[in-house]
């Protein structure tokens, strides 16, 4: 894949964490296309980091639009970005969405904190469609939140502001109960999808109507971690996951071929078989049924409960 040669052509401050970068072709050209809810995979050091682009009306202008919130005890990629200066140059792999709104059907957005910037082209799409939406924006104070003003003066009535530390704060049940037939999109750190999706399917919203997408640069990791083994059952190879390092990482490096994307337990595409043992569930890809069953998992985070799991691999 060609990545895309980008200039940072602005920079604007939205919070004291939080900055807009506004993008540029560095040669000057059009940029691709891109479709609401997408993202864009940028290269920092020691990796890549996915930034959802940001529009406020459809084809609004061709340069690209990310936010990003400083996190000092993360892994490196946000201190990276706000690091840059106007003029910097940086690749970033062309825009990929594996968040699109269904069209046509009426949609609740819901947000936490930084996972506010995909459901900004979202509502924007809805909005210029005539399609009925509300987006909820929740964040632990109003002065941590950006983006508030121009979503207030672009989407007026449909969006709900909840601050933890006022009587706005989000109310999931409220939300949740008011769903009705409409599609649920939620972008935000784990706890809150968890939260959100476990009362959506409490509540017996099918899960075609939930929509979700991890914004959460903390790691899956969770301390007291241990290792474990993971058996492949065609080959009965055993291969032994320590702390720290995904099943995905260690049998990658044994040569083994997967498939997978995101990398951070969103997008389901690694999710594989159980044979037997136990998982322990990171992602936020399977409902509370799906894991208690225990009968598949997303390999890129999940770990095991168990000494030992058997993958059909
Ligand atoms: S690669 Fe996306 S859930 Fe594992």
Not at 39 to 46: F, L, N, P, T
Not at 124 to 141: I, M, T
Request: proline share 4%; with cysteine.
């Amino acid at each position: 894949m060609t990545k895309l040669d980008l200039i940072v052509a602005d920079l604007r401050p939205l919070t004291a964490r939080i900055s807009e970068f506004t993008l540029q072709a560095a040669d000057g050209g059009a940029l691709p296309d891109w479709e609401a809810g997408a993202h864009i995979r940028v290269d920092v050091d020691g990796g890549d980091r996915a930034y959802s682009l940001i529009r406020f009306a459809p084809r609004e202008d061709g340069a690209y639009r990310i936010a990003v919130q400083r996190e000092d005890d993360g892994a490196g990629g946000s201190r990276f970005m706000h690091g840059l200066k106007e003029g910097d140059r940086i690749k970033a792999a062309p825009p990929k969405c594996d968040f699109p709104v269904a069209p046509g059907e009426a949609a609740v957005l819901l947000a936490g904190g930084i996972g506010i910037t995909p459901m900004i082209s979202m509502a924007a799409e809805l909005k210029a469609a005539g399609v009925p939406f509300d987006l909820h924006y929740a964040g632990r104070s109003r002065g941590e939140m950006g983006f508030v003003d121009d979503l207030a003066n672009r989407f007026g009535d449909a969006l709900r502001v909840h601050c933890d530390d006022d009587e706005s704060a989000l109310d999931l049940d409220a939300v949740i109960g008011a769903l009705g037939e409409r599609h649920l999109y939620i972008c935000g750190p784990r706890g809150m999808i968890d939260a959100a999706r476990g009362k959506a399917e409490a509540a017996g919203v099918p899960g075609a109507r939930v929509h979700v997408e991890l914004f959460d640069n903390a790691s899956a990791a969770a301390g007291g971690d241990r290792a474990f083994e993971v058996e492949i059952a065609s080959s009965g190879e055993v291969f032994t996951i320590p702390p720290g390092r995904s099943i995905i990482e260690v049998l990658e490096e044994s040569g083994m071929d997967l498939i997978h994307d995101c990398q951070r337990g969103d997008c389901g595409i690694c999710q594989t078989e159980v044979i037997s043992g136990e998982p322990d569930h990171r992602d936020v890809v399977l409902s509370e049924a799906e894991r208690a069953e225990g009968k598949v998992m997303q390999i890129c985070v999940s770990r095991a409960k168990s000494a030992r799991l058997v993958l059909d691999l």
